[in-house]
């Protein structure tokens, strides 16, 4: 009998092993974020880019002067430098408003 309970008990402990090691390797997304990766401004879906600062000060500025007309932008630091970015609706009113 003692054999069996040995046998059952070492079965038992791998099968727990064998269930937390699935839940923890296999869900196929991690805890843990990934580093930001930069693209091209062609890169980011939908969102159109309207302008080009020179330097994250200036960029705050145009996007304070965007949110201050209510349109929904992003500062984004692409491969080739930072790019305010709206979405498509928002192009024109946000080049006239920023000048360009």
Same mark, same amino acid.
């Given at each position: 009998? $003692?054999?069996?309970?040995?046998?059952?008990?070492?079965?038992?402990?791998?099968?727990? =092993?064998? +269930? +937390?090691?699935?839940? /923890?390797?296999? /869900?196929? #997304?991690?805890?843990?974020?990934?580093?930001?990766?930069?693209?091209?401004?062609?890169?980011?879906?939908?969102?159109?880019?309207?302008?080009?600062?020179?330097d994250?000060? &200036?960029? $705050? $500025? =145009?996007?304070?002067? %965007?949110?201050? @007309?209510?349109?929904?932008? /992003? %500062? @984004?630091? #692409?491969? &080739?430098?930072? $790019? =305010?970015?709206?979405?498509?609706?928002?192009e024109?009113?946000?080049?006239? +408003?920023?000048? &360009?």
């Amino acid at each position: 009998m $003692r054999p069996l309970a040995l046998l059952l008990g070492s079965f038992a402990v791998v099968g727990v =092993l064998v +269930l +937390l090691l699935r839940w /923890t390797y296999g /869900t196929g #997304t991690s805890l843990v974020a990934r580093r930001p990766r930069t693209g091209a401004p062609s890169e980011y879906g939908l969102l159109v880019p309207v302008a080009a600062p020179e330097d994250l000060a &200036e960029g $705050r $500025r =145009l996007a304070a002067r %965007l949110a201050g @007309a209510g349109i929904r932008h /992003t %500062l @984004a630091p #692409t491969a &080739e430098g930072l $790019r =305010l970015m709206v979405w498509p609706a928002d192009e024109r009113a946000a080049r006239s +408003l920023l000048g &360009e």
